[in-house]
């Protein structure tokens, strides 16, 4: 089965970390470049972060920057997301995306920051 699941979500008090994983399946992985999207309640959906194929290459919206850090593990089918410092405003929920011929969603997982 062709699918994303994303898990490591939770409510984390404002400056806490979180590490968020992605793991794929049914796909080749290691072929496609991975990326991490957010969308807070009542905002559009927006790009936090992107990876290429071997990791070589990384870039980062600019409100996570410094903050973020996303990795990958192509022997294990995942792709991560390290965030650190986190703020109320990185409150949303987070989808890893393959980019895939047909883009691959996953279900996301909820960040809750409290302040």
């Known amino acids: 089965q062709v699918q994303l699941v994303e898990s490591g979500g939770g409510l984390v008090q404002a400056g806490g970390s979180l590490r968020l994983s992605c793991v794929a399946s049914?796909?080749?992985?290691?072929?496609?470049?991975m990326n991490w999207y957010r969308q807070a309640p009542g905002k559009e959906r927006e790009l936090v972060a992107t990876?290429?194929?071997?990791?070589?290459?990384?870039n980062y919206a600019d409100s996570v920057k410094g903050r973020f850090t996303i990795s990958r593990d192509n022997a294990k089918n995942t792709v991560y997301l390290q965030m650190n410092s986190l703020k109320p405003e990185d409150t949303a929920v987070y989808y890893c995306r393959a980019d895939t011929l047909r883009p691959l969603w996953g279900q996301g997982t909820q960040v809750t920051v409290s302040s």
């Open positions: 990876i290429s194929t071997t990791g070589g290459y990384t």
């Open positions: 049914g796909f080749g992985f290691s072929r496609y470049r």
